[in-house]
């Protein structure tokens, strides 16, 4: 009967950061439009994300770069005196994810301005997060720097153990994504849409910084 070989391994994880300034911008907003008539309410909330979308396209942001999210009219309803419910008129809501990249040259808060002046009162900001529009070469710095991480502290462990390592038994990757924090502006900015469209003040957009991790598990043998 013959004996199982057993092999000595030692198995460390490693993570890897690449810290960066994002370059794209991801921007939430919607428009809220009422009326007495449901036409009404449809039409003007269509002529107010025209507006904004010309805009936005005016301020150098692209076509693709811009997708609706969303479309409804809804009654809006007040209780009479005698507790009944009456229709006191329709609101028709869309929403409007923007993309706004460094290398187009625009300046994000300049652009945001632009849109909130051009759809004026009914016009919401919604938030804002940040990213990259490219993170795949920050992602192999990041796995580079999660590997040698690992290899560090497998070495010192095979040290303090009077072995050394031998050949990689198993690697597993566990790749984040790009970390994007999000800026809510909404709550700050109540008030934003009809002092933005009498003054055209711009909000400073402050872009920080982000990053790109990586992490990795990996088994090496023991000789």
């Not at 938030?127 to 992602?139: K, N, V, W, Y």
């Not at 900015?189 to 400073?204: I, K, Y």
Request: hydrophobic content about 45%; cysteine-free; overall charge negative.
């Amino acid at each position: 009967m013959s004996k199982k070989s057993w092999q000595a391994s030692t198995t460390t994880f490693g993570r890897g950061v690449v810290r960066v300034i994002p370059d794209l911008i991801r921007l939430t907003l919607s428009v809220e439009s009422r009326a007495d008539t449901v036409a009404g309410a449809y039409g003007r909330a269509g002529d107010r994300v025209s507006a904004v979308v010309a805009a936005l396209r005016t301020a150098g942001v692209s076509d693709a770069d811009m997708a609706t999210s969303g479309l409804s009219v809804r009654t809006e309803t007040v209780y009479t005196d005698n507790g009944r419910t009456e229709i006191a008129g329709y609101l028709a809501s869309t929403g409007l994810s923007v993309s706004l990249r460094e290398d187009t040259g625009a300046d994000p808060a300049a652009t945001v301005a632009a849109a909130v002046n051009a759809g004026g009162d009914d016009v919401r900001l919604g938030g804002l997060t940040r990213g990259i529009a490219d993170p795949a070469p920050l992602l192999e710095q990041a796995r580079d720097a999660a590997f040698d991480d690992a290899k560090a502290k497998a070495e010192q462990y095979a040290t303090r153990a009077g072995v050394s390592l031998g050949a990689v038994l198993q690697i597993t990757e566990d790749t984040a994504a790009p970390a994007t924090r999000a800026y809510d502006i909404s709550a700050e900015m109540d008030s934003a849409p009809m002092l933005m469209a009498r003054a055209g003040s711009p909000v400073p957009v402050v872009p920080g910084e982000t990053e790109v991790a990586a992490s990795v598990r990996v088994t090496w043998a023991l000789d």
